[in-house]
């Protein structure tokens, strides 16, 4: 069982930058892999990153290729998402989720993840 708690979001201007962080209970942490997925209004929650058990993979939906960093301290139990060059149509509630599964791949499908947090806004003024 992982138990997930999101933190790091808020108001910020477009261009800025937000760093959302993943708290996770539990010491097999480093035994699963973890995604950040994203959910505005009247959206389906898709898929933003996601990251291997190690934090030496990671992959990103297409949109945040190059705006957006993933990564992982094992040795605190929490993963992290850089975002910088922040748009409007950024604003959403962000989650993170952990997989089903100890020991398996990081992956981009939502249903391949077992646990989530209960996300942290993030609005982007223009």
């Known amino acids: 069982q992982v138990q997930l708690v999101e933190s790091g979001g808020g108001l910020v201007q477009a261009v800025g930058s937000l760093r959302l962080s993943c708290a996770a209970s539990?010491?097999?942490?480093?035994?699963?892999?973890m995604g950040w997925f994203r959910q505005a209004p009247g959206k389906e929650r898709g898929f933003v990153a996601g990251?291997?058990?190690?934090?030496?993979?990671?992959g990103y939906a297409d949109t945040f290729k190059g705006r957006f960093t993933i990564s992982r301290d094992n040795a605190k139990n929490t993963v992290y998402l850089q975002m910088n060059s922040l748009k409007p149509e950024d604003t959403a509630v962000y989650y993170c989720?952990?997989?089903?599964?100890?020991?398996?791949?990081?992956?981009?499908?939502?249903?391949?993840?077992?646990?989530w947090g209960q996300g942290t806004q993030v609005t982007v003024s223009s």
């Open positions: 989720a952990a997989r089903s599964g100890a020991y398996a791949s990081l992956s981009s499908q939502r249903h391949e993840y077992a646990y």
């Open positions: 990251i291997s058990r190690s934090g030496g993979s990671t």
């Open positions: 539990g010491r097999t942490f480093s035994s699963y892999a």
